[in-house]
């Protein structure tokens, strides 16, 4: 069974600084896009960064130039460094995978339990 782990949320000012990190444990083949999604209060899940098995990053307009994906694929583990936060990135924090598992050809899209972040204005 395979699982994505995050942490790394929590309470920050604006203008502060955090770092999310989700991990993958179990039997994977391989992981391919990664990505963090967010939920506010009352609103859509919506989409915050990916990246992919080459390192190919894209962004929401609302955090390019203050959020940061990356991964480290011995690890199985995707990042998301958040700067200059603001109260508008309030929300549950979702990381995403899109795994490969040994022996299955079709891939399988996981999510992680969340990690609350609040940014206090």
């Known amino acids: 069974q395979v699982q994505l782990v995050e942490s790394g949320g929590g309470w920050v000012q604006a203008g502060g600084s955090l770092r999310l990190s989700c991990a993958a444990s179990?039997?994977?083949?391989?992981?391919?896009?990664m990505g963090w999604y967010r939920q506010a209060p009352g609103k859509q899940r919506e989409l915050v960064a990916t990246?992919?098995?080459?390192?190919?990053?894209d962004y929401a307009e609302s955090v390019k130039g203050r959020f940061t994906i990356s991964r480290d694929n011995a690890k199985n583990t995707v990042y998301l460094q958040m700067n200059s936060l603001k109260s508008d990135d309030t929300a549950v924090y979702y990381c995403?995978?899109?795994?490969?598992?040994?022996?299955?050809?079709?891939?399988?899209?996981?999510w992680g339990q969340g990690t609350q972040v609040t940014v206090s204005s």
């Open positions: 179990g039997r994977l083949f391989s992981m391919n896009v």
């Open positions: 995403n995978a899109d795994i490969s598992l040994p022996g299955r050809p079709e891939k399988f899209i996981y």
């Open positions: 990246i992919t098995s080459g390192g190919s990053t």
